[in-house]
């Protein structure tokens, strides 16, 4: 599980845990909320493991510490993943391209990366389940952040590829797409002027708990999922519809 020091990601460590099975809580560079993740965790077994997701050998390096000290790998969340705003009449030239090596270095090659590592621990266990967090942003665009909507439109289409090329394997890939979640990456935004315009695009009024998010990676990692390979499935709230 990548970024699972907090937001979604700990909620999803929390989820998997929950039903007994052994988790890898993947930090950059938060040791002490990973540790703190850790410590919460029910059930034993359970690790923290670190890396920069830019980092093509620290990546290597700690999906093969997980699978070694988890005795194997079952199922990969791809959940960690950069924000930061960039909109592109306000910063200078550089500012862009760094967002945009930065932002995909993590939210996409990053994940890929990771998958590929975890890919070559799972084939010889008969298969596994790999879940994507994405985002709505990688279909309503996100203006102001634009290396992170196309990030995950990536994020989207790569998962794609890989339920086709992986199912002979035994391997499923499905993605989620959440809206707003109530997390610390959001937390600016849902507090601020906006907050009550964000919460009023859905219906229900509210933006998602991280342990809804959670709930369905849960389902699509299970073994009964695996006809949702290839599936995108959206987390909004009816926030945003899309044919």
């Known amino acids: 599980?990548?970024?699972?020091?907090?937001?979604?990601?700990?909620?999803?460590?929390?989820?998997?845990?929950?039903?007994?099975?052994?988790?890898?809580?993947?930090?950059?560079?938060?040791?002490?909320?990973?540790?703190?993740?850790?410590?919460?965790?029910?059930?034993?077994g359970h690790l923290v493991v670190q890396a920069d997701l830019a980092d093509p050998a620290a990546v290597r390096q700690m999906v093969d510490q997980a699978c070694a000290e988890l005795d194997g790998l079952d199922v990969l969340v791809n959940n960690a993943g950069i924000y930061r705003a960039h909109p592109i009449t306000e910063v200078s030239y550089e500012q862009w391209q760094a967002a945009w090596q930065?932002?995909?270095?993590?939210?996409?090659?990053?994940?890929?990366?990771?998958?590929?590592?975890?890919?070559?621990?799972?084939?010889?266990r008969g298969g596994g389940r790999i879940v994507n967090v994405s985002s709505s942003g990688a279909f309503r665009g996100e203006p102001r952040q634009p290396?992170?909507?196309?990030?995950?439109?990536?994020?989207?289409?790569?998962?794609?590829?890989?339920?086709?090329?992986?199912?002979?394997?035994?391997?499923?890939?499905?993605?989620?797409a959440p809206g707003f979640v109530d997390t610390e990456m959001a937390a600016g935004q849902l507090g601020g002027p906006?907050?009550?315009?964000?919460?009023?695009?859905?219906?229900?009024?509210?933006?998602?708990s991280p342990a809804e998010i959670a709930a369905a990676v849960l389902y699509l990692a299970s073994p009964q999922a695996e006809w949702a390979s290839g599936a995108v499935l959206d987390l909004n709230g009816a926030s945003y519809l899309r044919t």
């Open 194 to 208: 906006r907050g009550d315009d964000i919460r009023a695009q859905s219906p229900f009024g509210r933006v998602a």
């Open 147 to 176: 290396a992170y909507g196309a990030s995950k439109a990536g994020l989207n289409a790569f998962g794609q590829s890989l339920a086709r090329s992986l199912a002979p394997h035994g391997i499923a890939v499905a993605t989620v």
């Open 1 to 44: 599980m990548t970024g699972a020091s907090r937001g979604i990601g700990s909620a999803v460590a929390q989820a998997f845990a929950r039903q007994g099975d052994r988790v890898a809580v993947h930090h950059r560079d938060s040791a002490d909320l990973a540790a703190g993740v850790l410590a919460g965790l029910p059930g034993s």
């Open 102 to 124: 930065a932002t995909l270095g993590v939210n996409l090659v990053g994940a890929a990366n990771v998958t590929w590592c975890a890919v070559r621990h799972m084939i010889p």
